[in-house]
């Protein structure tokens, strides 16, 4: 556990990064976690975790750090969810020389042991992603044996479109009458 970051040598810096998955979730503790580690910048963003593409945050920090930098996390989970991206971060900021630790649990890319649990952590965060994924599919096809679910709900009212359509509205005015796509317009009338 990191308590206070080491004191950077030759130029080196210390950066932070925290990730919470959806808006509605809250930063701050992180953010109050990794100043306390010395962190100099904190990269911060609301995006899901179980995958790398749109992380713009990440991908901002992965390109300012140097040799001899040192990244933090609060926990590994907050990098990746698999252990394939989490993999492919370590691998990409172990070849820039950059040094992985986490100010909760004893992980220290500059250490076997600390690799050594960074990927066994990395190996469970991915178990429990997937254990999610399997209860909320479970979940799903229970609802929908009971009837329950159904999906989203149509966001097209086929009974309005028909309706003007009768009254001798073209395509495009339905379109614009009922703030939708004309394409979606022609699809619904099985015209064109």
Not at 82 to 100: A, F, P, Y
Request: glycine share 8%; net charge positive.
């Amino acid at each position: 556990m990191i308590k206070k970051a080491p004191t950077p040598k030759n130029g080196a810096r210390v950066y932070g990064y925290a990730r919470v998955s959806t808006t509605d979730q809250d930063l701050s503790i992180q953010n109050a976690s990794l100043e306390a580690a010395g962190c100099i910048t904190i990269f911060a963003e609301k995006k899901s975790g179980t995958r790398r593409d749109g992380r713009t945050e990440l991908e901002v920090l992965l390109e300012c750090v140097r040799e001899g930098d040192t990244v933090i996390v609060t926990r590994i989970d907050r990098l990746a969810r698999s252990i394939r991206d989490l993999q492919n971060i370590v691998h990409e900021l172990r070849e820039k020389g950059v040094t992985l630790k986490a100010t909760e649990q004893p992980i220290d890319t500059a250490t076997a042991a600390g690799k050594a649990f960074l990927d066994m952590l990395g190996v469970f965060a991915e178990f429990e992603t997937n254990l999610r994924r399997e209860r909320q599919m479970e979940g799903i096809a229970k609802a929908k044996a009971e009837g329950v679910y159904r999906g989203r709900k149509p966001s097209i009212d086929v009974d309005r479109v028909k309706e003007l359509r009768a009254s001798g509205m073209g395509p495009a005015a339905i379109a614009k009458e009922l703030k939708m796509a004309r394409s979606s317009v022609y699809r619904l009338l099985g015209e064109r």
